[in-house]
């Protein structure tokens, strides 16, 4: 069955860096766009991020711009979100999410891993 | 950019009671690219419906969508304990997707 596995969360200080990954499987990733959508500690849903199913379109959210980047290994079914430059209103879930195109939905979710932006 | 908007903030109902929640877009936007969401405490989201009014794969025939110029409504036709959530609105437009702030249903 789908399956998509985020890990790489944890606790850093402001300004600081985090890579996080996402491992897929059960679908044919190489066919899907993928996302990142996180999720403030009791909070609504936010996109943070978007790559092409083969790696050559990428669009962020204005509030990561310039900060955070996406990428993707289609050898490997995985994609990554580097993180530099955290604030604490970077603290959230950050889930991974493919979205095969036709209606620009997300799919298909993974359970999120929790990055702790804090001093 | 476009805001969505949604209705109520919360939703108590009785189990086998019909619950209507709205979602309502600052500008036109197509129905084609307008989706919900089921998110139960402690779990990802779960898409529910696409294209308005499309079910995902395995949601029950209870989940409707249906639009009505800006203004996009998520029915429940009798709900169920297990309904008990948080339901979101996205939309996608000029490489932006955007989720409206969520609504809750609590049920009795």
């Known amino acids: 069955q789908v399956q998509l596995v ?3 969360g944890g606790v850093v ?3 600081g860096s985090l890579r996080l990954s996402c ?3 059960g679908f044919t990733f190489s066919s899907f766009g993928m996302h990142w959508v996180r999720q403030a ?4 849903l936010e996109w943070v991020a978007f790559i092409g199913y083969d790696g050559n379109n990428e669009y962020y959210a204005d509030s990561v711009k310039g900060r955070l980047t996406i990428s993707r290994d289609n050898s490997k079914n995985t994609m990554f979100l580097q993180m530099n430059s955290l604030r604490a209103e970077d603290t959230a879930v950050y889930y991974c999410a493919a979205d095969y195109g036709d209606y620009h939905v997300f799919d298909y979710w993974g359970q999120g891993t929790l990055v702790t932006v804090s001093s | 950019d476009i805001v969505l908007t949604q209705s109520p903030g919360t ?3 009785s189990p086998g009671e ?3 929640l709205s979602c309502r877009a600052s500008q036109d936007i197509s129905s084609t690219f307008l989706a919900w969401y089921q998110q139960k405490p402690g779990q990802a989201p779960r898409l529910l419906l696409y294209g308005a009014s499309i079910r995902a794969t395995g949601i029950p025939e209870r989940f409707s969508g249906s ?3 800006t203004d996009f409504t998520l029915t429940i036709s009798r ?3 297990e309904d008990s959530a948080v339901y979101y609105c996205q939309q996608y437009y000029s490489i932006l997707w955007t989720f409206g702030q969520g609504t809750k249903v609590e049920i009795k």
């Open chain 2, 79 to 81: 709900v169920e304990p």
């Open chain 2, 11 to 13: 939703l108590t109902l």
């Open chain 1, 23 to 25: 491992a897929a499987s």
């Open chain 1, 13 to 15: 200080q402001p300004g």
């Open chain 1, 41 to 44: 500690p009791g909070k609504g």
């Open chain 2, 18 to 20: 019909r619950a209507a």
């Open chain 2, 67 to 69: 639009e009505s110029g």
């Open chain 1, 6 to 8: 985020e890990s790489g």
